[in-house]
């Protein structure tokens, strides 16, 4: 593992039409890397949501760079909802795969234990499972023979061809200091390729003691790592910094047209001096 | 004492909430989240309020499948969700409308819905909204239903539904709402007028009663300063207070 | 939940015949409760190997406290075999069910979904399958239907009615930090009651930062804490204290017979006052 | 240069890692465990070692699971297993003799040896003690097979046997071991003499080469200074080196 890289080397280590694991606005989102894939620009990434998605697929969505979502939801949270997402969604330009929050971290800890499948309860009778034949329902084979049927969903695994986060640290052997964001450990199991920004690359191993350990993805699962100083900006980063939200309200005006949004790349993605 | 649409929602809300040991609040839900921190003062500290948008009110160290997992071992007592629209079979749509994938109305999508729909035991469903463009007869498209057949293994489900207008409660057995009470300046005959279901209506009913005095205090107290950790623009626009 | 309580209470809330989990030497051990059961004395106690089982184990076993075992191991380790763990089984005075490390993580996995099983690779063809018909093996529902058969093992959830360990430190309102002992935050979300020893109560919440709450069981799962040093004595506490392996040695020799157990028994467990 | 046996077997399952990406040791294991921070030492570093015992150099944060996790997520390229029994067909034995369940003579059980045995693509069965008694023509119980049919998922599988006395490579198709070397002092008879399964012999055995000094140095070095942390009494005992 190379570490330190950049936020330009981690981007290009993202091929086009690759499924790219992303999280949340509130877990962290590496957003340096984000808009590099967007100034490549990255074509026919099929974003999973972790298990939703906020500002950085929108922008994604919105740049062109999207062929489809599996997601439990898009929105932009305060802001309201994400506009470039509907608006792709309704011009029929990504293929829209939608799911539910724990089907999503079922298929990810299917993938992180090799299985093809996880059993889930639940969401039987929800018209997700009308539009997602690869899910399937069998009767419970643990019921009570001599009771009543008991019908039990089992979602296939997802397993994210790259995972790609933001976190407030890492070491020089590339573990990756996550805290309590645990959903960024399962991607980083379930993914083949997980690539990490983050605050800082401190001195001592975050595996030397157990209070840091305990937060810590081993670098074993960690493909590479760039220190990109407010890499979450404008979204924040969760005890480290709050979120941009002037910015995300200018982003949310603006986005809400597309001459709006190819202002907003123009401003804040494209020139990329002019980002932060 | 004057008080806010938000306030005697808040109120309506916390009074559901009484005797229950565990309540979580999903993100962007500042009202129900309000509610629940109300319940938790006035049961002493009894009950368990977990807020999934905030820092500070939110227990879970085991990433973001751990409230999944922790409805499903039984441990969380009630929960809120919305709709973008509610029928009066409790299905909820939070995914849009006007043809599906390609829907001319795209909302976010159904989170976390279909699946703690069945395993919260007391799910309240909440939109302020109250118009027979959300509260329609049958949902275009069902994020989460609100009820399922004998066979299927269901602990939990919908409970009440409070709007800006009224509260129902929800019989499971009939699927079918039960007005319960009309919020102050509402009639059966205006709730009527802006429901798109049919539902059922008592001999009698009541006016949802309005704060009191020492609920507003509450509201306006300690509620209103937990609350703006995770609500900011709500607590100062809504209880004039900020953030701490 | 009552903060703090004492060793003896937590044993009292161990009914006689309650299914319990505890963890291996290598985790939490909470060995002051351990020897409070054996005074009392506890019977027809069903353990559960967290996946498997050391010192404490056999110490239930050979004091009579122990109807069945379902675990992965139980060994003393460096000790060599656990003795009074093979003694019962010979004479037949406990029920062993078998299993192996990963069909009780999943078992405990599924319990934590509220599920009623969970699928597994591996394991098919062992004689472990042949001795617990309670597992299923059914033909993977996702593979390619114009293949071959794709068996895969379905293991039932693993419920505890008790998970018992020793952790280093709680705080008032009863979390509890696990540092990376993570399988001691699956049994608590798994068990109906979780009671635990550990070394100190802190007066700074657990979760009030994120360092310390990323190793953190929040209280929500937890039943009872009650202070205990060296609590884990004499198999030791990761990053606190280490084996005693003297003492640990001395238990090896007088547990190969029944008679030294029991002048074991005497010396440490039957007399609190010696058992440190 | 002096040698003893415990070098000898530390050299031989080292070069049984070469060029691998992550090796994994059980606890308890302190030879094979040797082994893999020797071949780390070779590789500069390229092998990725985790002790499963050890405090230092055991990289998992999620619990005892992880482990298991790792393999099926296919990132763990060898490990070691053990065996009360190890039989021709490479089935191991880790539960016990004289009847199941109330067994005769009760070993501590199968650990997960049923499920890293599938998933770990080079398993290297080790077992010091080369006799009859260990070596058998069929295990009494089987912790985990040798071999599957064709139709049971399994990336991974049996890869050598190395004893006190010799090698064994493993022949997955033909579910036998073929005799790859005896170690110094020992002859094909002797070894013959203490096996009791059949094993395929080739034209030629070679004898275990002895450790090189650059090898010896190694183990008397780093590697042994590494491993008295988690085997502190194998260190002293077989290397004359105490935990730093």
């Not at chain 2, 976010?108 to 959300?134: K, M, Q």
């Not at chain 2, 007028?193 to 049919?198: P, W």
């Not at chain 2, 009663?209 to 507003?216: H, M």
């Amino acid at each position: 593992m190379k570490i330190p890289t950049t936020a330009s080397e981690l981007a290009a280590r993202i091929p086009d039409g690759a499924s790219l694991a992303l999280a949340p606005d509130y877990s962290g989102c590496a957003l340096a890397v984000v808009r590099a894939l967007i100034r490549r620009p990255a074509r026919a990434l099929h974003l999973i949501g972790v298990p939703q998605l906020g500002f950085q697929a929108d922008l994604l969505i919105g740049a062109g760079c999207v062929a489809s979502v599996e997601t439990a939801a898009v929105s932009l949270g305060e802001q309201g909802p994400a506009p470039r997402f509907a608006a792709a969604v309704k011009g029929g330009r990504i293929a829209i795969r939608d799911s539910t929050c724990p089907v999503i971290h079922a298929g990810l800890q299917a993938a992180e234990k090799g299985l093809p499948f996880l059993p889930l309860r639940g969401i039987l009778g929800s018209d997700l499972v009308r539009h997602r034949p690869e899910w399937r329902v069998i009767d419970n084979p643990f019921r009570d023979p001599s009771g009543a049927d008991d019908p039990i969903l089992l979602v296939p695994a997802i397993e994210p061809e790259v995972a790609l986060f933001h976190a407030p640290r890492a070491d020089h052997a590339g573990n990756v200091w996550i805290g309590v964001r645990r959903e960024l450990m399962t991607i980083a199991h379930a993914a083949r390729t997980t690539l990490v920004t983050v605050e800082e690359i401190v001195p001592e191993s975050l595996l030397a003691e157990d209070v840091s350990a305990a937060g810590t993805i081993p670098a074993l699962y960690v493909s590479a790592v760039a220190p990109v100083r407010e890499g979450a900006w404008p979204v924040g980063l969760r005890g480290v910094y709050s979120p941009d939200l002037e910015h995300l309200r200018l982003y949310a005006e603006l986005a809400s047209s597309e001459a709006g949004f190819e202002r907003y790349l123009e401003r804040f993605v494209l020139q990329p001096a002019a980002a932060k | 004492m004057d008080w806010r649409k938000e306030e005697l929602l808040i109120d309506v809300l916390a009074c559901m909430l009484e005797g229950l040991g565990h309540v979580a609040v999903g993100a962007a839900s500042p009202i129900p989240g309000a509610a629940a921190l109300l319940a938790r003062e006035r049961s002493g500290g009894q009950l368990r309020v977990s807020v999934l948008g905030s820092e500070r009110h939110n227990p879970f160290t085991d990433g973001s499948r751990e409230l999944f997992d922790c409805a499903a071992q039984g441990r969380i007592d009630a929960f809120f969700l919305g709709g973008g629209q509610i029928d009066g079979a409790a299905n909820i749509n939070l995914v849009g409308l006007g043809g599906y994938p390609r829907s001319r109305v795209r909302w976010p999508g159904s989170f976390g819905s279909a699946y703690l729909y069945f395993l919260v035991p007391r799910v309240i469903l909440f939109r302020e909204e109250h118009s027979r463009r959300v509260l329609v007869q049958r949902v275009e498209f069902v994020s989460a239903p609100g009820t399922s057949p004998p066979e299927v293994y269901r602990p939990g489900g919908a409970y009440a539904l409070v709007t800006g207008r009224a509260s129902f409660r929800f019989d499971r057995g009939r699927a079918r709402f039960l007005l319960q009470s009309v919020h102050p300046g509402e009639t059966v005959a205006s709730i009527l007028e802006h429901t798109g279901f049919e539902f059922d209506l008592p001999g009698d009913v009541a006016e949802t009663p309005a704060p009191t005095p020492a609920t507003l205090g509450l509201i306006r107290g300690p509620v209103g300063a937990a609350i703006a950790e995770t609500y900011p623009g709500f607590a100062a626009r809504v209880l004039g207070i900020s953030a701490g």
